[in-house]
């Protein structure tokens, strides 16, 4: 693996979405990732039915491209020295059990970090590995609604909906890959290693930055608004002849382009719009206003429209449409691979670009257990050793 974490190795033993994310993201960065999974069944996404390509998990391969894969049952002491020596010689650890499990199977940070004092040890938990609800699980759903994403996602008026993305999962993991950095850099200049400890709730309440600076500043929780912002409007999707579009008015500027091209430049004048205060107090006028005026023409005349003049506005993509659109690709977020079993298949490529060691994908998601024995002899075991863990039981290696 080339890049700016060449040469860094990094076991990660999570599965779903959290710490393969974080996994993915170290990995892109040129980190040997080395994705260890449970016996029996490997990660729980493995076992999501559908959709799947040539009988494997998509969300499986879309999350775990870039690692190698090997199988071990940490239930069994063979499996559990396995992976203590793997980590003799890796710079990072990254679990995303429930709090106490790796404790219990005697994988837990005290006894990896007196064994290696320079590993970075991350978990990634529900609520954090401290606090009245430290030892709890959690998923995404549950974040969202912990952390009041649920009660601000949504339209008016109807039940609370979680956000359509793993925004909890997916920003966790991103967490996790920036704490692991810090903690890098820190081992860098003093050799020693540290926990790094991150959760979904916490994940989720990061979310709420400017809903939060409401409450902080008034005591007032905001509530749903749809595609609209809780401070500035218009920000927001809005209906015109033949579908939607979104409009971004977040500073006064922006506003008088927008009520040139609109055709109302009456607007800026008038006192129900003529500031982001008074907008946001009349916002339900605002919107039916300028949904009047947008039926006249298609999306396409009015972006045009609002492109020549500045105005920030885009299209409301289908994800197909995202993923296929020419800045996609030309961004390099959808990368090609070839799988052993599923085939030609396809996953986001690397969100982060690097002018000096550039990101890239280089491996398709593994089969469980497809790298056991190269890594493990990798790691000193003789070909006798390996045989003789596979026979146990302890290991996998995929055929």
């Not at 809005?238 to 922006?254: K, P």
């Not at 091209?261 to 719009?273: A, C, E, N, Q, S």
């Amino acid at each position: 693996m080339a890049g700016p974490l060449a040469g860094v190795r990094v076991l990660e033993c999570a599965q779903i979405m959290a710490g393969p994310t974080c996994g993915a993201l170290l990995a892109d960065l040129g980190a040997d990732v080395i994705k260890v999974e449970k016996i029996p069944g490997g990660d729980d996404a493995r076992a999501y039915r559908e959709p799947r390509i040539g009988g494997v998990s998509a969300p499986f391969l879309v999350m775990n491209r870039n690692k190698r894969g090997i199988a071990l049952d940490f239930k069994r002491p063979e499996g559990r020295e396995a992976l203590l020596r793997l980590a003799d010689s890796a710079d990072v650890l990254v679990e995303n059990y429930r709090p106490g499990t790796m404790d219990k199977l005697g994988l837990g940070w005290e006894v990896l970090h007196a064994r290696r004092p320079s590993l970075i040890y991350c978990s990634i938990s529900g609520y954090g590995l401290t606090g009245p609800m430290g030892g709890g699980g959690g998923f995404d759903l549950v974040a969202q609604a912990f952390a009041g994403l649920m009660s601000i996602t949504g339209e008016p008026g109807r039940p609370p909906a979680k956000a359509g993305s793993s925004v909890a999962d997916l920003n966790a993991g991103l967490l996790a890959t920036s704490g692991i950095l810090a903690a890098y850099i820190h081992r860098l200049r003093t050799g020693e290693g540290q926990r790094v400890d991150t959760s979904l709730m916490e994940a989720a309440l990061h979310q709420t930055g400017w809903h939060a600076s409401v409450w902080f500043a008034t005591g007032t929780s905001p509530g749903p608004l749809g595609s609209g912002h809780v401070l500035t409007a218009p920000y927001q999707s809005f209906r015109t002849r033949d579908g939607w579009i979104v409009i971004g008015g977040a500073n006064q500027a922006n506003w008088a382009r927008i009520c040139d091209v609109l055709g109302h430049p009456d607007w800026k004048h008038d006192p129900r719009f003529a500031d982001g205060s008074a907008r946001m107090a009349n916002l339900p006028v605002l919107v039916e206003a300028m949904e009047t005026a947008l039926g006249a023409r298609d999306s396409a005349d009015w972006l045009a429209a609002f492109e020549s003049a500045g105005v920030p506005a885009g299209p409301v993509h289908s994800i197909g449409e995202a993923l296929s659109h020419p800045q996609t690709l030309a961004r390099g977020m959808v990368v090609d691979l070839e799988h052993p079993v599923a085939g030609p298949t396809r996953a986001l490529g690397p969100p982060i670009k690097l002018s000096a060691t550039p990101t890239h994908v280089a491996r398709h998601a593994p089969s469980l257990g497809e790298h056991t024995r190269e890594v493990l002899r990798e790691h000193g075991w003789t070909d006798a050793e390996i045989d003789a863990l596979l026979a146990s039981g302890a290991a996998i290696q995929a055929s």
